[in-house]
């Protein structure tokens, strides 16, 4: 994932934050930037902005350890959207979504959006609702239509520094705690999320299946 990261064009430093000393020693291996943080953050959100506050910096992009197979263009979109928009605080990313065993795994989060790609929501259920056939889809498809949009968001963040230590300083509210999604926050508070979609089909790994998964892709 760090050798990914430092592909990206349009970045000046990639560093590694973890609460793991194991982890440190293992990534001194290869490079200095790495930096042990507290033990008692509750989200990656919290982790990065104490980092942030020891970097000269304008612009963060937050790449979670488990995306080996990263786009370093995603990267580079997530903060060329951020450099266009001097208003728009956050960003990330969404990858439209072709297997209903995907749709229906509550691991896999869902991310509906305006037209423009502003974030209305994101969900470990089904969204948005297909009310017309709904039964047929989950029941007898194995593929989404190709009528049917459905997306999933990828872990990865792009925000201005300012914002990211804000939000880390934001109370978590109803939906946050009801979904167990951190970036439900920023929505309840306001702001918005600027969505990119991508063709990259993130592995993220949360189950020993996952990683085996990702352990096949890496060793082809």
């Known amino acids: 994932m760090y050798e990914q990261c430092l592909k990206a064009q349009n970045i000046d430093e990639v560093y590694i934050a973890t609460d793991s000393p194991e982890v440190v020693n293992s990534c001194q291996a290869y490079t200095q930037n790495v930096i042990l943080t507290d033990t008692k953050h509750e989200s990656g959100t919290d982790r990065i902005a104490e980092v942030v506050k020891q970097i000269d910096c ?37 990858h439209r979504i072709e297997q209903v065993s995907d749709l229906k795994n509550p691991s896999v989060v869902k991310v509906t959006a305006t037209k423009n790609n502003a974030t209305l929501y994101f969900a470990h259920s089904i969204i948005p609702h297909h009310r017309d056939e709904w039964e047929s889809l989950l029941n007898y498809h194995t593929k989404v239509p190709a009528s049917l949009n459905f997306y999933r968001h990828l872990g990865i963040y792009g925000y201005s520094k300012d914002f990211l230590i804000a939000f880390s300083k934001m109370q978590p509210r109803y939906l946050e705690h009801l979904e167990k999604l951190e970036q439900l926050r920023v929505l309840e508070n306001g702001f918005a999320i600027q969505m990119i979609e991508t063709s990259y089909n993130s592995i993220g790994i949360d189950t020993q299946e996952d990683y085996e998964k990702a352990l096949r892709l890496f060793e082809c």
Do not use: H, R, T
């Open 58 to 94: 304008d612009l963060v992009v937050n790449v979670q350890g488990d995306e080996l197979f990263i786009e370093p263009e995603l990267i580079e979109q997530l903060v060329n959207a951020l450099k266009k928009d001097s208003a728009l605080k956050m960003s990330s990313a969404m």
